[in-house]
Structure formats: C-alpha cells, structure tokens
C-alpha cells in the first residue's frame, strides 16, 4: 500500500513540476490543468485503491478462516495426543495411521497410472467424444462445400427409453475451448438425458482434434447451420429444434441464430462468456489478461509456434490458473482422502480434461480480436468473415441464458451483460418481438451448469418442460425463478415463476 502511495506522490510532483514551468500559461488555464490533471489521478488512485482494498479483503476473509481453522484442528490433534497415552494406544494410533495413509498412498499412484494408461488409449483413439451414450454420426463436416472438423451425431437412446419422432429435436453445441466433445451427456442425468427421457430426440456437436485446413470459424457456423437443416429434414413434423450452447458453444449458438434467424427455436445459453470484460472490480481476473499480456499478440505468437495451430493446452491452462490450489494439490489431495470411492469418478473426468484439441490460427484470431479483447460481438460490430455482419438483434427466437455467481470462469456479468451492450433498454427488445428469459443459481461451478446432476434434474428439467410458456410471454426480458418443488427424486414437480426486469436489474 505503502508503494503504491508514494508512486502516485512522486507522479503528482512531477506534474506539478511540468506545470510549474509551464510559465507561458495564463493563471487560469493553468489553474484548469491542475483541476484536469488532479481529477485523472484522483479517479486512478480511487480504482487502484478499490480493486487492491477488494483483494486484501478476499485474502483476509479466505485465510483467516483457513487460519482459524488449522488452529482448532491442532489443537484437536494436541488434546488427542494428551488423551492417547493415558489410554496406553498412541503407538497403536500411530501404526494405525501409517498403515491407512501408506494404503491410500498406493491407491493414489494406481489411479494416476491408469490415468496414464487412459490418456495414452484416448490419444490413439483420436479422442472420441466422452459421450456415455451410444451414438451415428449423422453429418461429417469434412464432406461439406467448406470442410471442417464438426460432425453430427444422432444420440441412439437407452433401452426403456422411446424418442418420438414429431417432439421438437434437442441440438446440443459442447465448447470447442481447449477440450473435446461430450461434457453434456457426461452422465445418464445430464442435457442428454433429461431432454431424451423426455422424449424428444437428440443430436450433438461433435468436432475432432484437428481442424481442417484453412478452417475458419464461418466455415464452422455454416456446418451447424448444414447440421440444423438436416435435423428438420429428419422431423418434418416437429417444431424448429432447440439449440443448447454450453460455455464456448454458447455463443457459437448465438452466432448460428443471428446469421441464420430462420432456421432455429429457441436457444439455451449455459455459461456462455458473450461479454468478456464484465465483471467486478477485484474479482474474475482472467478478464483482464487479454489486455495485460499482449491482447492478440499472444494467441498468435502461440499460433506461430504451432505451425499455424493454436494447442488447446494453452486454454486449458488458463483454467487451471483460475485457482491453482485446486487443480494442482486439492483435486490430487480429494483423491488422496477418499481412495476407495473417489477413483472412479476422478478418471471420467481427466479423461476428458486431458485431451487437448486444437484451433486454427485464422480462428483463434476471430476469437480474440471480436470476442476476448475487441468485445465487438454484444456491440454488434463483429463480422464473421468479409461482408458478413453479425447481428444479435437479428434473433427472432427466445434466449435463455442460465449463470451462476458460483462460476469463476463465466461469472453472470459476462453470461449477461451482452443484453445490455446489444439492446438500448428492455422497451427495445419487446419493440422488437424478443424473449429474453434468464436464471442466475447461487453456488454451482462453470462446469456444474452442464454436467451436474442436480442441476440437469432441477434447472434443465424445467427450462425443458417450460419452453412453450416462454414462447407464449409477451416479448421482453424476464428472469425465471423455481420457486419449490414436491414429490421424490425421480418424480419430482416444481413451481416455476417468470418476472419481468429491467436493464439495471442485470
């Protein structure tokens, strides 16, 4: 603190230096620079002050209760090693332990070999979606005018499970950002599930490690749009589909529906980081590091390296970077602590965080400069390729977005706030015809959205049973609310209420 206050002293003599000599001014113009300069510093110094005081405050909150509570399990531990020789077992306690931790200490290093032996088989089977259903591709991008790597799959449902035919197709897009395919039908309740038990048929967005020569992201919003018209081709009697964009896909989503406004139902946006520079002052750093480390130089620099390949391992480690206790130590301690029930599920997930896919230069550019750094997509000034402009008020379906405070990766500003960079005011999209529609959760992490089980038999379960209401609202922005539930589990009801809002309500 002590630094940063001198460094905006010595700033402020030396403005007063160059002003002092500044001898040709009159006092008044002199006396409206010092105003004019005094005013910037001022409201510098007030930011810095505001973002620092915020940090230290994180970091007094979080440590002092880690403190507090390391102090009471020492002392627990203490009062156990005073009370365990009066009971005649502290060697017992001791080789009790031993034998425990060295067991649990086996079982760790045997889980991260198979971890080994699973990366290994993954990689040579070109990493394959993590889908647990089974599943036919039902269009391949390479054989489209303008290849690219996605593909089409048609989701092949369970055994007890019937799919109608004339049910409005679900068409789920999982992100393209460092990782494969699949994270949406991770587990029998997820996106997948829950529209396919609902009997409606469902088609996923796959796309394979390497992207196709001179791919660019046009050619992949073509290809999805390719993938929609051969849905409808396939159910000629059901409603337009429902496009469901998790995080990356979410606004590759958007894209679709605003360069295609005819072609899609309403769209789902889970996590989806649309305005990229939102967020509160002292949280949510990454949003800051497409400023501070280059802007687009440092994507390219990258892209050069690989031959004109961005290596989706860079992204990945963006995320891990987001807290580093937890992807470095805790989640290896957690396995540590429960190795006889924690295996199982720890080797599903690395399956999929350690593959690694890649991107074309040409498309991590767009990325970067329309998205990342430029923020030109929310103010619609984006194009997806020469003569074609990106217009989000060109949507004519409903929006859903769905956030979460718990999220560090999308926070809800960046999940929410392109609404209030793309449309003057909330009267702007009921002029229009728009239903925008969204639900903040409290507590559930970035990938929790689209892989928790709780949240695929809470929040999707509705937004699934509820899309007809919201396509009958009156136009305008609303945020939906499930109010309570009833019944067990499998059979469970809610109650769902929808309120109208305001831009500042966002």
Known sequence: MKDIFDALQAGQNELL?????????????????????????????EMMLRGL????????????????????QMTEVTQSFNDKPEAGGLFDAWQTYLTDSAQRMVLTLDTLRRRGDNFIEHEEADCPPVLIYDYEVTVDGKDLPRPCNYMLLKILPPEGVEVKSWKRPYIIIDPRAGHGAGIGGFKPDSQVGVAMHDGHPVYFVSFRRMPEKGQTLADVTRAEAAFVRKVMELHPDAAHPIITGNCQGGWATLLLAAMNPDLTGPILLNGAPVQTWAGRVGENPMRYNGGILGGTSNAMFYSDLGHGVFDGADIVQNFEMLNPSRNFFGKYFD????????????????????????????????????????????????????????????????????????DNITPPQQALNWIIDTYT?????????????????????????????????????????????IEALAPGLYEMKIDDFEGPLAERTFTVSFHERKMEDI
């Open 17 to 45: 230096k160059r002003l002092t000599d500044a001898t040709a001014w009159s006092p008044s113009d002199r006396m409206t620079a010092y105003q004019a300069q005094f005013s910037e510093i001022s409201a510098t110094s």
């Open 53 to 72: 005081s915020k940090h230290l405050d994180n970091i007094s909150a979080t440590h002092g209760a880690r403190t507090r509570k390391s102090f009471a």
């Open 335 to 406: 396995l540590y602590a429960k190795a006889d029930t924690e295996p199982e599920r720890f080797l599903e997930f690395e399956r999929w965080w350690g593959g690694y896919f890649l991107l074309n230069e040409a498309e991590m550019r767009w990325i970067v400069e329309q998205l990342f750094v430029g923020n030109r997509l929310s103010k619609n000034e984006a194009n997806l390729e020469t003569g074609r402009h990106v217009d989000l008020k060109a949507i004519r379906s409903p929006i859903i977005v769905f956030a979460s405070h718990g």
């Open 425 to 469: 005011d909330e009267r702007e999209i009921a002029i229009r015809g728009q239903r925008i529609v969204y639900m903040v959760h409290e507590q559930v992490g970035h990938l929790g959205i689209f892989v928790s089980s709780k949240i695929a038999r809470k929040e999707h379960t509705e937004v699934t049973s509820t899309l007809k209401t």
